[in-house]
Structures are given as structure tokens and as C-alpha cells.
């Protein structure tokens, strides 16, 4: 049209359209059903396929450029290692590469900041930090805001509910805690240098209603606004983030808690596990709460997240922490298993996180010591083929309450 100065041409096609493809009896119906309806999948193994591909039925799709992408070749454990006989629960990942390793009832707070000039890979800062922990028996919930120097309190807690988790967004404008009542409570806060924590309570608090059990998990998804959070009674339910009101509920097996939940920051897509008599079973729901598929595990699931590879031009992987040692990937669409691989002993895999370029995968794995009790240790997984400039920069944050009888071993 732009060639012929908005004329329309006689002709547009010199040859015929190709024929229609036939597809056999009933073979219509299932692939339709296949895209469209919920289905149920039970695991299976990766090496019986001849090809890998995001759908059987479409050629061409690629998963994309990060650690664990069948694109690629097995990934390979890293000579980088950290050991610590303090008990550590999570692992979070920064834009600036910190690696932070959180205790029991603990939180990650930081603020970030984009400046011109930097000189640093990315151009997001850390323009403050700190580790929140509750669950003391004073009921006050602390802030160690400074690298050498204890944490200082932060605000008292009801006596008549204990916190269970807590989550913040990254720029520390809400903070949200989770009770043993079912009951979230949201504080707005705003960064004030001149006060010793470094963190203003700004107005009063808001209370959301909807669980009717112990809420165990919190996860924000700042990119879509939403935050979701679960209950040992098997719901999940989708806030939003901008108004801080109820959205939808989740509901599948019902009094079965759930014990690991993670949201797509490139889909906001939602993906849990709940327990089971035998194992685990892996739920994926849309942002509309609307069921995607699910997934039984005869191994007990104990983490989960997504890689962060772009949309479009990648098919991202949700990957799972076992019981048994075992990382698994399972795809972000329908939830086929990809690959599982092995740390090698059979220690729980307690955290999983990426880098956020998805280059490294990071493993917090949890197992006994003889006669020292529970110790952790963090491991790297990489590309193969990979050149890493410099290690990573790793910080704990261990349990104030719990004693330690040594330090860390990086290797």
C-alpha cells in the first residue's frame, strides 16, 4: 500500500494459499483441549524425548539464554561453595550481585537508586539496607540496619497473634507481616535518615482479611502490583498492590498447607506447591487465578521460583528444591519436566534464587552434622562454558538467637 501510494493493487498473490493441513480423527479436539483446559500431569523423564521443545506442536520456539535452559547444555556445579554451621532459611539476590542469606524469621529490606555516572556493571545502587527479624520473646520486632552493630528495635507486636512472615517491596514503601491468625497487616513506611533505625512508620496500619488459618508465605510481584500470600489451610490469595485490597482467591486442596509459592516477574503467573500423603503437588494459575495445570511430585517440594529470562524471545523454567538434593525444572507453560540435576548428597534444598541476568542459580541446602547439629551450605550453579569475572559477593545474616560455633567457609 505504501509502494503504490494507498492504491490497492490488482493482484496481491502470484501463487495459491497451501492447502489446509488435516489433522487425524480426534486429534483436533485433544490438541484444542491441550491449550485451553486444565490438565493433569504427572512427572516424567526428560531423556525419553528425542527433542526437547517448549510445545510438541510448534517448531522454532527456543527457551532461551540462561542456566538450566534445554537450549543449553547441563549446567555445571561451581568450585564456589559457602559453608556455615549457622542455620540459614532463604537466599535473596540483589541487581548489584549480593548474595544475602537470611536466618529464620527474617526479612530483606533495601532501597535501590538510579543514578547517572556509575561506574558499576548495572545502573541500580543499593542506596540502603537492612534485615528485619521477628519472633523474639519480647515480641518486638528488630532492624539491624548496621553492618557492626546489634539490631535495634523497631516496633512492638500484639501479644495475641505471632508474626509468621513478612515481605517488603523493593522500595520499602510497604511492608507487609503475615499472622498466625490469618490475618496481614500492612505498614507504609518512608526512609528517615535522622532516625536510628533509618525506617518512619508513616500513617496507621491496615489490616487485610481472607485467610482463615496461619498465613506461612508472603511473595510481592512488583512488575504486575500484585502480592499473593498462602495459609496452612491450602488458600492463596492475590492482593492488590496499588489499592491493598482482595483480588481473587485460590483454593485447590483444600486443608493441605502450603509449603512453597513463587510469582512470575515476566508472566504473573502463580505457581505453589501444597503437601500431599506422598509427596507434593505443583499447582500454576494465572494472574486471573485462572488454572493452568498441575503437576504430582512423589518427592516433597520445599522451594520454588522462576527464572526472569525475557519474554518473547524465551520460555522461562520454574524450578523446584526437593527433599532429596534434587533441583528440578519443570517449563512455565505446562509445566513438562525439563532436567534434574544433583548437588550429590542427599541434603534438603531448603532456597533456590537466580542472579538477575539468570546466569547463576543459587542453592541453599540444609543437612546434620554429627554432633553439630544443622548446618547449611550455599552452592552455585553455572552455564557450561561460563567466565565469571570475580565470585560472588555473599553476606549472611544469621539468627541472633540461635549460637554458632563458627564462622564461614567460602571455597
Not at 522454532?60 to 559453608?83: A, F, I, M, Q, T
Not at 556509575?118 to 519472633?135: E, F, M, Q, R
Not at 485447590?252 to 498447607?257: A, I
Not at 525475557?310 to 527433599?323: H, K, M
Request: proline share 6%; with cysteine; charged share 20%.
Amino acid at each position: 500500500m505504501i509502494k503504490t501510494y494507498g492504491q490497492t493493487p490488482r493482484q496481491l498473490f502470484k501463487y495459491a494459499h497451501p492447502p489446509t493441513q488435516l489433522y487425524p480423527a480426534g486429534a483436533l479436539p485433544m490438541l484444542v483441549s491441550n491449550f485451553f483446559n486444565p490438565t493433569e500431569r504427572t512427572t516424567e523423564d526428560p531423556k525419553a524425548r528425542s527433542e526437547l521443545r517448549p510445545l510438541q506442536c510448534v517448531s522454532g520456539l527456543r527457551w532461551g539464554n540462561y542456566v538450566g535452559s534445554p537450549d543449553h547444555p547441563e549446567p555445571v556445579l561451581s568450585s564456589w561453595k559457602v559453608s556455615t554451621i549457622a542455620c540459614l532459611s532463604s537466599l535473596v539476590t540483589l541487581p548489584t550481585g549480593e548474595v544475602f542469606g537470611l536466618g529464620k524469621d527474617s526479612c530483606l529490606l533495601a532501597m535501590f537508586s538510579k543514578e547517572q555516572g556509575l561506574t558499576s556493571v548495572t545502573p541500580t545502587d543499593v542506596k540502603w539496607a537492612g534485615i528485619l527479624s521477628w519472633g523474639h520473646s519480647d515480641d518486638i520486632i528488630r532492624l539491624k540496619n548496621r553492618k557492626d552493630q546489634p539490631p535495634v528495635n523497631f516496633m512492638h507486636w500484639n501479644s495475641l497473634e505471632t508474626v509468621t512472615c513478612c515481605a517488603s517491596v523493593p522500595d520499602c514503601k510497604l511492608m507487609f507481616f503475615g499472622s498466625s491468625a490469618g490475618l496481614i497487616t500492612i505498614y507504609k513506611t518512608d526512609y528517615n535518615s535522622k532516625k536510628y533505625c533509618d525506617i518512619d512508620v508513616v500513617g496507621d496500619k491496615l489490616c487485610l482479611y481472607g485467610h482463615t488459618a496461619q498465613v506461612s508465605l508472603l511473595h510481592v510481584c512488583k512488575p504486575f502490583s500484585i502480592f499473593v500470600s498462602a495459609s496452612q489451610d491450602g488458600m492463596c490469595i492475590i492482593w492488590d498492590l496499588n489499592r491493598l485490597s482482595y483480588v481473587q482467591s485460590i483454593e485447590c486442596d483444600k486443608g493441605k498447607p502450603v509449603v512453597a509459592l513463587t510469582v512470575s516477574d515476566t508472566l504473573g503467573d502463580i505457581a505453589f506447591a501444597s503437601e500431599t500423603d506422598i509427596g507434593s503437588r505443583l499447582h500454576l494459575y494465572t494472574i486471573n487465578a485462572k488454572p493452568v495445570t498441575a503437576l504430582s511430585c512423589p518427592e516433597v517440594i520445599c522451594c520454588l521460583t522462576y527464572s526472569t529470562a525475557p519474554e518473547g524471545r524465551s520460555v522461562n523454567t520454574i524450578v523446584g528444591g526437593l527433599d532429596n538434593g534434587v533441583i528440578r525444572f519443570w517449563s512455565s507453560w505446562d509445566l513438562m519436566t525439563i532436567r534434574d540435576i544433583k548437588i550429590g548428597s542427599p541434603r534438603r534444598v531448603t532456597s533456590l534464587t537466580f542472579s538477575y541476568d539468570c546466569q547463576q542459580l543459587f542453592a541453599l541446602t540444609s543437612g546434620r552434622t554429627r554432633g553439630q547439629g544443622h548446618d547449611s551450605q550455599v552452592v552455585m550453579w553455572e552455564k557450561q562454558g561460563s567466565v565469571r569475572t570475580r565470585p560472588p559477593n555473599f553476606v549472611t545474616y544469621a539468627d541472633s538467637r540461635v549460637p554458632t560455633r563458627s564462622g564461614i567457609i567460602i571455597v
